[in-house]
């Protein structure tokens, strides 16, 4: 006996039938999947009857209630699907897009089954996999209109793009036209820029007459499409290549002074101008130097600046006998090798070109770098700002690594002991805290933990244990207060210790000095 068709079957039919129309629409191939191992179609993109040579799966659930399954604020599809197959579409070196199709509008949304999705389901829900099913979100952004497939061949395109480029080189072909307009006479100075020095420009697509990509990635991405509206971007790739720089420093007499080494990178290069920076790792200060044909010659300038960099302290000091020369003047030369061929270059600098650094600065630097030394731990110091607190913080630690104890008198000092858990416990405190003054009235309490951190610049440093001795006189207030407390200890939550003319004494055990 035959099985009856049911409306579902039918439903799914029609939207599967019509989903392969949409395909069609576009200039694309699907091809029914076989074996049927999850994913329903398999469809290869071509552009203008060319194979690109890229292809994804799809997935296809069709409804004839779309309202039922559409959020009424944001638009987005709300879709209770199988997780059995999940998994292992996100492993596919193919890309899966899951549908979701409304047979009524011949319209769907779509989403693709990658990490993101993955990671999405399980911030929801970790245990999602020991579901039958689960309710997933489809954006409404991703439509089945020609902007909405366009964007999965982008997504198609960035999957499989690092292998198809392997061994090929880009190339473009670019022609624009400016105006004899304010405007036009502008973007044509920026054009200039570029050419001469490599600066980036933005153009849209109005200036534009044609463009073109090498026939692999047009292939691959499609020629752009020329619109007022559309933005073109111009700009060079910031070179990744280190390239070791020596910066010397001599004096106005032709003394030595200090050298620095840096590393740089080519940022930007025209026809006339080349910029170097080792901006990224601007240690142990941000390095900025332009070359510049001029005359028949080669102008060389340089920026040397505090901003923008991220020293560590032991770089920082370093560094100093430079930074100390640069403020006196001088000669500074610039070697550049690692290059086609090697660059020197040299500038005079007057006295004060460079803000001086004080004995303050480097009192603290020299303090933070010896911390780093003992610890190990590195000591960061942006743009080689520090506060007063940081130099207080240096002082203290460096004691704490150099003699293993610290002591600071205190006039007044409030502490709170903490909350008895019964009469009979207040009690008990308050006649050890009456019966331990000293026959001059001292009081003294001990604390001690395990392991102890001080921090300072953003980093913690373990110290080890920590042992404190508080002491100093209790205050005739807090007497009275202990006294009255005494009498009736049920109505004691907290006691709290006010101490006069006392001393903390902090003592690191690892750090002690033998």
């Given at each position: 006996m035959m099985r009856r068709d049911t409306e579902s079957e039918r439903i799914g039919?029609?939207?599967?039938?019509?989903?392969?129309?949409?395909?069609?629409?576009?200039?694309?191939?699907?091809?029914?999947?076989?074996?049927?191992?999850?994913?329903?179609?398999?469809?290869?993109?071509?552009?203008?009857?060319?194979?690109?040579?890229?292809?994804?799966?799809?997935?296809?659930?069709?409804?004839?209630?779309?309202?039922?399954?559409?959020?009424?604020?944001?638009?987005?599809?709300?879709?209770?699907?199988?997780?059995?197959?999940?998994?292992?579409?996100?492993?596919?070196?193919?890309?899966?897009?899951?549908?979701?199709?409304?047979?009524?509008?011949?319209?769907?949304?779509?989403?693709?089954?990658?990490?993101?999705?993955?990671?999405?389901?399980?911030?929801?829900?970790?245990?999602?996999?020991?579901?039958?099913?689960?309710?997933?979100?489809?954006?409404?952004?991703?439509?089945?209109?020609?902007?909405?497939?366009?964007?999965?061949?982008?997504?198609?395109?960035?999957?499989?793009?690092?292998?198809?480029?392997?061994?090929?080189?880009?190339?473009?072909?670019?022609?624009?036209?400016?105006?004899?307009?304010?405007?036009?006479?502008?973007?044509?100075?920026?054009?200039?820029r570029f050419r001469d020095a490599g600066d980036p420009v933005s153009l849209t697509g109005k200036y534009i007459t044609e463009i073109e990509f090498s026939d692999w990635y047009e292939r691959l991405y499609g020629r752009p499409k020329l619109t007022d509206k559309a933005v073109f971007n111009i700009a060079q790739q910031p070179s990744k290549k280190d390239i070791p720089a020596q910066l010397k420093l001599t004096s106005s007499k032709g003394r030595f002074v200090a050298v620095q080494n840096v590393i740089m990178r080519c940022i930007k290069r025209g026809e006339i101008e080349a910029t170097f920076t080792n901006e990224h790792k601007p240690t142990p200060f941000y390095c900025r130097v332009v070359f510049t044909k001029e005359n028949g010659g080669i102008r060389f300038n340089i920026d040397i600046a505090m901003d923008n960099s991220?020293?560590?302290?032991?770089?920082?000091?370093?560094?100093?006998?430079?930074?100390?020369?640069?403020?006196?003047?001088?000669?500074?030369?610039?070697?550049?090798?690692?290059?086609?061929?090697?660059?020197?270059?040299?500038?005079?600098?007057?006295?004060?070109?460079?803000?001086?650094?004080?004995?303050?600065?480097?009192?603290?630097i020299t303090n933070l770098s010896n911390i780093q030394q003992r610890t190990g731990k590195e000591l960061f110091l942006p743009d080689w700002n520090m506060t007063y607190k940081d130099s207080f913080d240096a002082r203290q630690l460096l004691m704490i690594l150099e003699v293993g104890r610290i002591a600071e008198a205190f006039n007044e000092q409030s502490m709170t002991l903490g909350e008895p858990k019964s009469p009979e416990a207040a009690k008990t405190l308050i006649d050890i805290i009456l019966k331990g003054r000293e026959s001059d009235g001292e009081f003294s309490i001990q604390a001690e933990m395990a392991e102890s951190f001080y921090p300072i610049m953003g980093t913690q440093i373990p110290l080890g244990p920590l042992r404190t001795d508080i002491k100093g006189r209790i205050s005739p207030e807090t007497i009275e207060m202990l006294q009255d407390a005494a009498l009736s200890p049920e109505s004691v939550d907290k006691l709290t210790l006010t101490l006069l003319d006392g001393q903390y004494v902090s003592a690191y055990d690892q750090w002690v000095s033998e």
């Open positions: 039919r029609i939207g599967h039938c019509q989903l392969l129309l949409r395909f069609e629409g576009i200039g694309w191939i699907p091809a029914n999947f076989q074996p049927d191992k999850g994913e329903d179609l398999l469809v290869r993109i071509y552009e203008n009857g060319r194979s690109t040579g890229l292809a994804f799966y799809v997935q296809i659930k069709s409804t004839d209630n779309w309202d039922k399954l559409v959020g009424s604020e944001t638009g987005d599809v709300k879709f209770s699907a199988a997780v059995k197959d999940f998994d292992h579409w996100n492993a596919s070196g193919i890309p899966v897009f899951f549908f979701v199709w409304d047979i009524k509008t011949q319209k769907g949304k779509w989403i693709e089954i990658s990490d993101e999705f993955i990671r999405q389901l399980s911030k929801n829900n970790e245990k999602w996999r020991e579901q039958q099913s689960v309710t997933i979100r489809l954006p409404n952004e991703n439509k089945t209109d020609d902007d909405g497939l366009r964007q999965i061949r982008r997504i198609v395109t960035d999957r499989f793009a690092p292998m198809f480029a392997q061994n090929k080189i880009l190339q473009g072909k670019v022609k624009i036209q400016f105006p004899n307009t304010p405007e036009g006479k502008h973007l044509n100075e920026q054009m200039k991220r020293p560590t302290a032991r770089e920082a000091h370093d560094a100093l006998p430079f930074l100390k020369g640069l403020s006196t003047g001088g000669q500074l030369t610039f070697n550049l090798s690692g290059t086609e061929k090697e660059w020197s270059y040299s500038v005079d600098l007057s006295r004060n070109a460079f803000p001086e650094v004080g004995d303050e600065l480097e009192q603290i």
